[in-house]
């Protein structure tokens, strides 16, 4: 790779993902691993199963730190990983998730996991600690409740 390739990943449908990025043989190639990836002209992007993701991030592996992912809901936790992990490194913007990235996080990990992910990033976040961002505090503090909400909906 001489130039890194950006790379977009985003929902198509419920059942698809599109990926565009500038021509690149090594990107292509990648992509034709991918079982049901086509090339879609009209789109100007590949259109991929959405049941092929995992496939599709491994195969995209050797770009990571230039592929985002726009995904109402993610497919796979690495997926919040990879983005904030290019955004925390000055790669670029934190970019549009479809709603909060705190929300995102909370239903990632799962309730068993949310009060220690919480308390971990408050560590880090809260705007008294070295580093501390106050607009990131905020965020991680209003989607907490999702984090606690039982099957009915109520926050427990």
Known sequence: MNQP???????????????????????VLAMRTV??????PKLHAWVVPRSQADVLEAALSPWVPYVIWHLAEPVNPHHLYVMFSRWASGAGPLPDLGQPWAELLF??????????????????????????????????????????????????
Do not use: Y
């Not at 790379?7 to 993902?17: M, R």
């Not at 079982?35 to 879609?40: F, L, Q, R, T």
């Not at 996991?113 to 607009?135: I, Q, T, Y």
């Open 35 to 40: 079982h049901g990836a086509v090339w879609a």
């Open 107 to 156: 239903r990632a990990v799962g309730p068993g996991r949310a009060d220690a992910v919480f308390k971990s990033l408050a560590r880090v976040l809260h705007p008294d600690a070295p580093g501390g961002d106050a607009e990131l505090m905020k965020a991680l503090v209003a989607a907490r409740p999702v984090a606690t909400k039982n099957e009915k909906g109520q926050v427990a």
């Open 5 to 27: 390739t950006a790379i977009t990943v985003a929902l198509l449908d419920e059942n698809s993902l599109t990926v565009h990025f500038k021509f690149d043989e090594l990107v």
